[in-house]
Structure formats: structure tokens, C-alpha cells
């Protein structure tokens, strides 16, 4: 049963920066496969944010080009988001995603190739 738990979430103003992890369970070897980090805000499509292919080749939202970073820590099975430079508009519920495929070539942003869904963190930013 594969699980994934993200943290991190929370309020900050405009500017600010927050750091979203994503520790995984029962997905073996998670270094293995494509990971990625989806958002939502409330009447909106859930959106790709960034991703990590297995070669650790990272792929980003024009939105996010340049604030953001996605990482992984492969020895703790844990996927990390570094957001820098926040803005309202960055505010949404975050996901953390997992694929059973090693790479995503040019759908790493879409949803649909993923497998396994965190429960999300709540990123709320104040201008």
C-alpha cells in the first residue's frame, strides 16, 4: 500500500517562503520512478507544479520557473518543494504525486500520469 504524507504547508505573507515535504511509504525504491508536486485553489484544476524524473531531470510550471525548486531525498524516500518568493496567487492546496514510470518525458505536469496521491498541505499566502 503505497502512502504519501505531505507536510509543510502553512500561512505566510507575500515574499515569504515555505519548504513542502512528501515522505513515502510501501513505494520501493521511490528513487525509481517520476514524482511531482500538484496544487488546487478552490474552484480551480488541480495544476502541475514541478517534477523529478528517476534521473533526477527536473521539470517546472512557467509560473513557478525560478521560485521554486522540487528535490528528493532517496535515502529517506522523501519528496521536497522549496517555495521562494510567494505570492497570493501561489495559494492553493498542494499534492505530492508518485508514477510508476521512470520518466514522464513531456507530461510530467499531467495529472493523469500519476498514480498515488498525497491527502495534500494547505499554502495560503497573504499580500
Known amino acids: 500500500q503505497v502512502q504519501l504524507v505531505e507536510s509543510g504547508g502553512g500561512s505566510v505573507q507575500a515574499g515569504g517562503s515555505l519548504r513542502l515535504s512528501c515522505a513515502a511509504s510501501?513505494?520501493?525504491?521511490?528513487?525509481?520512478?517520476?514524482m511531482g508536486w500538484f496544487r488546487q485553489a478552490p474552484g480551480e484544476e488541480r495544476e502541475g507544479v514541478a517534477a523529478?524524473?528517476?534521473?533526477?531531470?527536473?521539470i517546472y510550471a512557467d509560473s513557478v520557473k525560478g521560485r521554486f525548486t522540487i528535490s528528493k531525498d532517496n535515502a529517506n524516500d522523501t519528496l521536497y518543494l522549496q517555495m521562494n518568493s510567494l505570492k497570493p496567487e501561489d495559494s492553493a492546496m498542494y499534492y505530492c504525486a508518485a508514477s510508476v514510470y521512470r520518466y514522464c518525458g513531456g507530461r510530467c505536469l499531467v495529472r493523469y500520469e500519476y498514480n498515488y496521491w498525497g491527502q495534500g498541505t494547505q499554502v495560503t499566502v497573504s499580500s
Open positions: 523529478i524524473e528517476s534521473d533526477g531531470n527536473t
Open positions: 510501501g513505494y520501493t525504491y521511490s528513487s525509481y520512478y517520476s
